[in-house]
Nanobody, 121 residues
Framework: QVQLVESGGGLVQAGGSLRLSCAASGSIFSVNGMGWYRQAPGKQRELVAAITSAGSANYVDSVKGRFTISRDNAKNTAYLQMNSLKPEDTAVYYC???????????????WGQGTQVTVSS
């Protein structure tokens, strides 16, 4: 089995910063892309940032210049540094990873349990 465990969420004032972590563990042969999604109340889940195993990143327009995604391949961990936070960033943030459990398997998507980020105005 594969588990993704997120941490780092919380309550912060507008303009503040938070750093989210997502650690993948369990039966892992390799990890391909990793990403952070978020879902605000009454809204669809959206991709916030994604990073390839080679370190190439992309972001949704609303967070460009404020959020930075990174990863430590040796630890199968992804990070999301969030600066200049705005109330509209308030959401549950989910980690997603493409994981290969063994050479004979293909890549499968796994999700973390989510971590709440609340930005007060």
């Amino acid at each position: 089995q594969v588990q993704l465990v997120e941490s780092g969420g919380g309550l912060v004032q507008a303009g503040g910063s938070l750093r989210l972590s997502c650690a993948a563990s369990g039966s892992i042969f390799s990890v391909n892309g990793m990403g952070w999604y978020r879902q605000a109340p009454g809204k669809q889940r959206e991709l916030v940032a994604a990073i390839t195993s080679a370190g190439s990143a992309n972001y949704v327009d609303s967070v460009k210049g404020r959020f930075t995604i990174s990863r430590d391949n040796a630890k199968n961990t992804a990070y999301l540094q969030m600066n200049s936070l705005k109330p509209e960033d308030t959401a549950v943030y989910y980690c997603n990873a493409e994981v290969r459990r063994a050479l004979r398997f293909g890549y499968e998507h796994y999700w973390g349990q989510g971590t709440q980020v609340t930005v007060s105005s």
